[in-house]
């Protein structure tokens, strides 16, 4: 797969991560993108799956909304963005992050690790159990 079609895809990984929550065909779109044992790593913790994350993720939050910037190719074939969010925890507190995302896409075009770097070190500290 080219460069644009990975970029296209990642940007819908977001798109279809904020939908998730209420859409089941996003959800079942979004959970499309990876490959079934992809790493998922959080705050330097890995994870086989983002399943098991999704899940885990709408038990402690109501709502989420991503902003991003442009995903760069790196050197190493992976792509980088910052990105920007809000939200709603299961409480009703609400919160806003920052930080980083890493991905590496295989040759058929799904994402096989995800990296996610927090501004906050214990962002995800709850998932990490």
């Not at 913790?45 to 790196?74: C, L, R």
């Not at 991905?103 to 995800?114: F, K, P, S």
Request: aromatic share 14%.
């Amino acid at each position: 797969m080219n460069t644009a079609a990975n970029i296209t895809m990642l940007n819908n990984y977001f798109r279809l991560f904020d939908a998730s929550r209420t859409d089941q065909r996003a959800m079942q779109d979004l959970l499309s993108l990876f490959t079934p044992d992809a790493e998922i790593v959080l705050n330097g913790t890995s994870h086989t799956g983002f399943e098991g994350f999704m899940k885990a993720f709408y038990n402690y939050n109501q709502d989420i909304k991503h902003m991003w910037d442009a995903w760069v190719p790196q050197p190493d074939g992976s792509y980088q963005t910052n990105w920007a969010v809000c939200g709603q925890a299961a409480d009703g507190s609400v919160y806003a992050k920052t930080g980083v995302d890493i991905a590496h896409v295989n040759d058929a075009g799904r994402i096989v690790y995800l990296q996610n770097v927090q501004a906050d070190e214990n962002a995800f500290s709850k998932y990490n159990s």
